[in-house]
């Protein structure tokens, strides 16, 4: 490498926020960064109006459960924040949607619950693959684990679905279910 090369400043790229970028980045990778980004920002509100809804009825295993989600994904909307600014980006904050507050049954907001940790997987893929074909490596090594965890999160959703469903709406049963998301 040529050393004289490296001491000069003009070859280093700045990004738009206006710190040193090793490696720009796609105009279309970072659409579906911002994209992604809401989806997460939604689910943090979306579980938090799902802790409300639990604490509303006295469920107060579900509802820790689900604020715990809700701070999930506030950590993960800051990891995919703070890695835009390390990349150089400006973080666009899109507007996001209000969460729905009404269920016909426990089931129902579960397989909600499932049905956006699903999307959130897909949104991730879809950030995987543009990365891979933008030979955006740096992108595919953040995503990496996070593909992991999300993984986990739809299994842990699956797991509850299947007892939400076997209990069949029978108080006992749900009370049992709700004593032991208090545990955890
Ligand atoms: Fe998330």
Known sequence: MNENNLK??????????GRAVAQPMDDSLLENFFEHLTMERFANVQYFSMY??????????????FLGESQGEMEHAKKFADYLIARGQRVKLDEIPSPVQAWDSIDD???????MEADLTSSLQQLYSISERFSDTRTNVFLDPIVEAQTKSEDEFANILGKVKFAANQPSAILLIDSDLKKK
């Open 8 to 17: 000069k400043k003009n070859l280093i790229n700045f990004g738009p926020s």
């Open 52 to 65: 409300l809804w639990f604490q509303e009825r006295d469920l107060n295993g579900f509802a820790s459960h």
């Open 109 to 115: 907001l579960i397989s909600y619950s499932f049905n």
